[in-house]
C-alpha cells in the first residue's frame, strides 16, 4: 500500500512534501501462468522476449520444438489463446532457420522480423521476415568469417532504421567477422535492407584494436540521438587474462564506432543484455557478472559514457540477469533474473523503483516458470508479460502475466475534490483506503473494489472542513 496524505487547508503544500516522502506500494502481486508450452509441435524453450502487435496479440519465438524440432515463431493472447505461426527448417526449406533465441520486431512496414542463431545455408543463421498474412521471407544467410555475409550466430534481435531511403534492419552476430578466427570470430555488427542488400559494419576486435568488444548478444537500441548503442559480452580494456569484462558501444549514423565503457568486475561484467533508453536520455542495464556479490548488477549510463551503478544483486532478489530491463508506465524498471530468489534459485521478476531499492516482486516456484532468460514487456492493457524456458509443471517452458504494483502518479485539486491516479492494469481489483492517524494506523475503505479496466486508474474523495488531515494508500487485491 501506498499513502497519501491531504491537509485541507493546505492541500497544495501537503501534497508537495507527501511526494517527498511517502514510499511506494507494492501491493500482492500475482503471476498468471497464460501457456505451458507441453506439446512439442507447438514449440518447447521460449526464450525471448515478447512483442505486442497493431491487433493486441503478442508474438515470439521457441528456441526448439515445432514441426521439425528447429524451433517456431508463435501468437497468444492475453487470455492465453496460442497458434503456431510457422516451424523453422534449418538449412533448407520453406523457413530456413534453426533456435531462434532473439525476440521479434516490427518494422515500419507493418512486418514481422527476427534473426535464428543457426540454419540458412551455411548454418550459421539468418535474418527472417513474416508478414501479417504468413509470407515468410529469408533476408540473409549468414556466411561466417568470410563470404558475402560476414558473421555468425546471431543471438540478438534487430532495429529498425533506413538505408539509402529503404527499410533497414541493424543488428549483432554472436561470432564471425573479421577477427580471432581461430575461435569462430568476434562477432559483428551488420545492417540489412529489406530486400536482402546486406554490409558489414564492424567486425570487432577484442581487448584491442579500432573495435573493442567481443561476441554481442544483447539488442542495439537507438538513443536520442539517432546513434545506435549496444553491449558486448566480453572484450574490453580490462581483465584482459579472461578475455575481458564487457563493453558498451555506440554507433553513430555516419557509421563511425566507438567504445564508450569497458567494465572491470567492480562496476560489473559480462553484460548479456541490451540497453534500455530511459525516458531521461540514459541508458539502464544489466550486468550477468560482478557488483558488490558477483551476482550482477543494474547500471545507468550516459550517452556519453558515464556509468553509475545502481544496485547489485545479492542472490535473495535474483542472480545473474540475461535480459534487458523495461521501464513501466509508473517510471520504475522492472526485469527477470535467471536464477537467485527464495525457491530453489529458480529465477525471480524484480523492480528497481526510482531513488529505491531493488527488490523480488516474484520468486519463481517452478510450477509457475523458472529461470527466465528473457525480458518483459508491459501491454496496453497495463499487465507485463513474459516467458519462462522451462519449469518443473511446465518442463517446456511458460508464457505468464502479472499486473504492476499500484503506485500512486498524480493527485490534484478540483471542484471540491482532491483526485489521484494510480498505475494500474485491466483485468485487476483494486481497494483505494483512507486513514486521519498514521499512528495507531487504521484504515478504512473509501470505497467499494474498484476493477481496473485501463492502465491507469483515477479515484476521488470529497474535501472536508480545515484543519484535517488524510492519507490515502491503495492496494492490490488477490
Not at 514510499?23 to 521460449?46: D, E, Y
Not at 523453422?88 to 518494422?107: D, K, N, Q, R
Not at 540497453?275 to 550486468?287: I, Q, R, V
Not at 499500484?406 to 492494469?425: E, G, M
Amino acid at each position: 500500500m501506498q499513502p497519501l496524505k491531504k491537509n485541507l487547508s493546505e492541500l497544495l503544500f501537503v501534497l508537495t512534501v507527501v511526494l517527498l516522502l511517502v514510499p511506494s506500494a507494492r501491493g500482492q502481486i500475482k503471476l498468471t501462468t497464460l501457456f505451458s508450452f507441453t506439446n512439442l509441435s507447438k514449440g518447447t524453450v521460449p526464450a525471448a522476449r515478447l512483442v505486442q502487435g497493431p491487433d493486441g496479440s503478442f508474438y515470439g519465438t521457441t528456441e526448439q520444438g515445432g514441426a521439425y524440432g528447429l524451433g517456431t515463431v508463435f501468437k497468444i493472447n492475453s487470455t492465453g489463446a496460442f497458434s503456431n505461426l510457422l516451424s523453422f527448417t534449418g538449412t533448407g526449406g520453406a523457413y530456413p532457420g534453426e533456435a531462434p533465441v532473439a525476440g521479434l520486431i516490427w518494422g515500419a512496414d507493418g512486418n514481422l522480423y527476427g534473426t535464428t542463431q543457426y540454419g540458412g545455408t551455411s548454418n550459421n543463421g539468418t535474418v527472417f521476415g513474416l508478414t501479417t498474412n504468413g509470407a515468410f521471407t529469408s533476408l540473409v544467410s549468414f556466411s561466417g568469417t568470410n563470404g558475402a555475409y560476414i558473421g555468425a550466430n546471431p543471438a540478438a534481435g534487430l532495429v529498425w532504421g533506413t538505408n539509402a531511403g529503404l527499410g533497414a534492419l541493424y543488428g549483432t552476430t554472436q561470432f564471425g567477422g573479421t577477427n580471432d578466427i581461430m575461435n569462430g570470430g568476434d562477432g559483428t555488427i551488420f545492417v540489412v535492407t529489406t530486400n536482402s542488400l546486406f554490409t558489414n559494419l564492424v567486425s570487432f576486435t577484442g581487448t584491442n584494436g579500432l573495435f573493442l568488444g567481443a561476441n554481442p548478444v544483447g539488442d542495439l537500441v537507438r538513443g536520442t540521438n539517432g546513434s545506435l548503442y549496444g553491449t558486448t559480452q566480453y572484450g574490453g580494456t580490462n581483465d584482459l587474462a579472461n578475455y575481458g569484462d564487457g563493453e558498451i558501444f555506440r554507433l553513430l549514423p555516419s557509421g563511425i564506432f566507438g567504445p564508450i565503457y569497458s567494465f572491470n568486475t567492480v562496476d560489473g561484467a559480462s553484460p548479456q543484455a541490451g540497453l534500455t533508453l530511459g525516458k531521461d536520455g540514459n541508458f539502464y542495464g544489466t550486468t550477468y557478472y560482478g557488483g558488490t556479490f558477483s551476482f550482477g548488477t543494474i547500471f545507468k549510463i550516459t550517452p556519453g559514457g558515464v556509468l553509475a551503478t545502481l544496485a547489485s544483486f545479492n542472490n535473495v532478489n535474483g542472480a545473474n540477469p540475461q535480459a534487458a530491463l523495461v521501464q513501466g508506465l509508473d517510471g520504475n524498471f522492472y526485469g527477470t533474473a535467471t536464477v537467485g530468489g527464495t525457491n530453489n534459485s529458480y529465477g525471480t521478476v524484480f523492480q528497481l523503483a526510482s531513488g529505491g531499492p531493488l527488490t523480488a516482486l516474484i520468486n519463481f516456484a517452478g510450477t509457475n516458470g523458472r529461470y527466465p532468460v528473457a525480458g518483459l514487456i508491459q501491454g496496453t492493457d497495463g499487465n507485463f508479460y513474459g516467458t519462462t524456458p522451462s519449469g518443473t509443471t511446465s518442463p517446456q517452458g511458460t508464457a505468464f502475466r502479472f499486473p504492476p504494483p499500484p503506485l500512486f502518479l498524480n493527485w490534484y485539486a478540483t471542484n471540491n475534490l482532491i483526485k489521484f491516479t494510480w498505475s494500474a492494469a485491466t483485468g485487476q481489483v483494486y481497494q483505494v483506503q483512507m486513514t486521519t492517524n498514521l499512528s495507531p494506523s487504521a484504515w478504512n475503505n473509501l470505497s467499494g473494489t474498484i476493477n481496473g479496466t485501463n492502465s491507469v486508474m483515477t479515484g476521488s474523495d470529497a474535501l472536508g472542513g480545515a484543519g484535517q488531515h488524510r492519507f490515502y494508500r491503495v492496494g492490490l487485491l488477490p
